[in-house]
């Protein structure tokens, strides 16, 4: 089976997919073969899972996650907004097997996503939005499920293939990949306390916040903000700010052609040297080096 998308240019020169997704069919599966990678950055509305196996070395991009990964990967998309793509990195493989599904998000619609059988599927598609990826143990699982989709030529059993496919994912440990501020997350879903915090962050990330300052904008004593903020992001204020902050930096390195040095001082941090370590260290790849790999694969068709 041959993979035809079509493609539209978007303002920002990343690739927008329309693929093969006939509107009587529930998803979309192809199974092929490869020496290499040579497809371009892109975005699509579908949801996508995607397997590669035999690509140790290959450099899996979603958003501002770039990791580089071993003889198996397994991803799953979740969001229209977030780009994504496999690159040749440093793999050296000659035979690559790929596996993609790509489903429209009617195929599981939020009345039936309410369902308490569906629970954990559901809560695994919220955490797609900003890209997940599973270990080793999990993909192994995944496999035969994964596998059969691709031989299976009924079309009713492949459905109840992907639904187990689905829910053995959900019953899975995962990673999430994009940070919200790259993805362009609302978490609508929160407290209103917190996403009082949270807009205040986005909105004077810039410059320094102070934890007395953020701790008034909840109505809260510095200490009990401290507990009841970690409590309920997982993360201390700190790290927080640090991701929002690299988050806007990642995004602007791929809509503009503002110098690091501009995006450092813009994004609130006020050492260059200090914003390239930081950046290295949570994303891989240094500012310069995720700016090029977003400029060379949205540039190949």
């Known amino acids: 089976m041959f993979f035809i998308a079509t493609f539209v240019w978007l303002m920002d020169d990343i690739l927008y997919e329309i693929p093969p997704l006939s509107a009587s069919d529930c998803f979309y599966i192809v199974d092929r073969r490869k020496s290499e990678f040579n497809y371009p950055i892109h975005r699509h509305k579908e949801l996508e899972i995607n397997f590669v196996q035999g ?51 009617s195929l599981l619609p939020r009345e039936l996503l309410s369902r308490n059988q569906f629970s954990s599927i559901s809560t695994m598609l919220d955490k797609a939005r900003n890209g997940i990826s599973f270990p080793p143990e999990v993909i192994l699982k995944a496999f035969v499920y994964l596998d059969n989709l691709a031989a299976n030529k009924d079309s009713f059993n492949q459905l109840m293939l992907m639904l187990n496919l689905l829910y053995t994912l959900s019953q899975s440990e995962f990673k999430v990949l994009a940070s919200n501020t790259f993805a362009h997350i ?60 690299l988050g806007n930096a990642a995004r602007d390195l791929v809509n503009t052609t503002n ?43």
């Open 55 to 105: 690509a140790a070395g290959a450099q899996r991009v979603v958003g501002d996650s770039i990791e580089t990964i071993g003889d198996l990967d397994l991803a799953m998309i979740g969001s229209e907004d977030l780009e994504h793509v496999w690159n040749q990195g440093q793999c050296r493989s000659r035979d690559i097997r790929e596996i993609t599904i790509q489903f429209d998000k």
């Open 186 to 245: 609302d978490k609508s879903n929160e407290s209103r306390r917190i996403q009082k915090v949270k807009e205040y962050v986005t909105e004077n990330c810039d410059h320094e916040i102070t934890l007395g300052e953020i701790a008034a904008v909840a109505g809260m004593s510095p200490s009990a903000f401290s507990r009841f903020f970690k409590s309920a992001t997982g993360k201390t204020l700190t790290a927080y700010i640090l991701e929002i902050r």
């Open 259 to 301: 110098t690091i040095a501009e995006i450092c001082y813009s994004s609130g941090f006020n050492n260059v040297s200090n914003f390239n370590r930081l950046f290295k260290k949570c994303k891989g790849v240094t500012p310069k080096e995720f700016r090029q790999i977003y400029k060379k694969h949205s540039a190949i068709v």
